[in-house]
């Protein structure tokens, strides 16, 4: 599929992604989602090395700090500052609470976003530029609290903002293998940061809550 579409501009799959979201609002769910999806897996097979657009992250950020929400960046996006650089096609992000008025299109289109999509603690917000930004809600989990008031502020695509520190990164990534969820770039990226930002078992410790203990025995395995 990368050797098919190589030469064929990022900005035409960004175009599907912006028709798969008005399909998806005015009732052709099932085809909006389809084209999204099919759209997405071309941009990241054939944009592997690539980070979302700095406009993208700017939009969040400004659209959060003019509510004063606490963020913090996690994900792939956080990884490129720990670890070792990969590509990733969304920006994540942990949040003190969501921001209002999302419903509110003349609202959203001063940041350059579609009305947004919320399920529970997850909200997704869909730039018009192409680039997707997943918050999730801090306040109910103890690991995202923690992840949320250590985070320190790293240079990112240029921009001066909140990410979260190595141990908790890792500690997060860890959380998301002991509770089953099998993503392929985690034990990849536990290896990098733990290595990159010489961890040790005795500080991640610090970080880990009892539920997260047996999942140790993944880290020293990888240490070895």
Do not use: C
Request: charged content about 25%; hydrophobic content about 40%.
């Amino acid at each position: 599929m990368s050797t098919l579409y190589v030469n064929v501009p990022q900005k035409h799959f960004k175009d599907l992604l912006s028709i798969a979201y008005k399909l998806e609002k005015v009732g052709y769910k099932k085809e909006g989602k389809l084209l999204g999806t099919i759209a997405s897996e071309i941009i990241g097979s054939t944009l592997s090395s690539s980070l979302p657009s700095k406009n993208v992250l700017l939009d969040a950020v400004t659209l959060l700090r003019s509510q004063t929400i606490k963020f913090a960046v996690i994900g792939g996006m956080a990884v490129n500052v720990h670890g070792t650089p990969r590509g990733t096609s969304d920006i994540d992000m942990l949040v003190s609470s969501f921001p209002k008025k999302v419903d509110n299109e003349s609202y959203m289109d001063n940041f350059s976003f579609y009305t947004a999509y919320r399920y529970g603690d997850f909200m997704k917000l869909k730039s018009k530029d192409g680039g997707e930004v997943d918050l999730l809600l801090a306040e109910k989990d103890p690991l995202f609290k923690i992840a949320l008031s250590t985070a320190k502020e790293e240079s990112l695509l240029t921009l001066r903002i909140p990410v979260v520190i190595p141990e908790v990164l890792v500690a997060l990534k860890v959380k998301s293998l002991a509770e089953g969820n099998n993503r392929t770039n985690d034990l990849s990226d536990i290896v990098s940061i733990w290595t990159k930002n010489g961890l040790t078992l005795k500080k991640m410790e610090k970080f880990l809550a009892k539920r997260q203990l047996k999942a140790l025995d993944l880290l020293l395995t990888i240490q070895k």
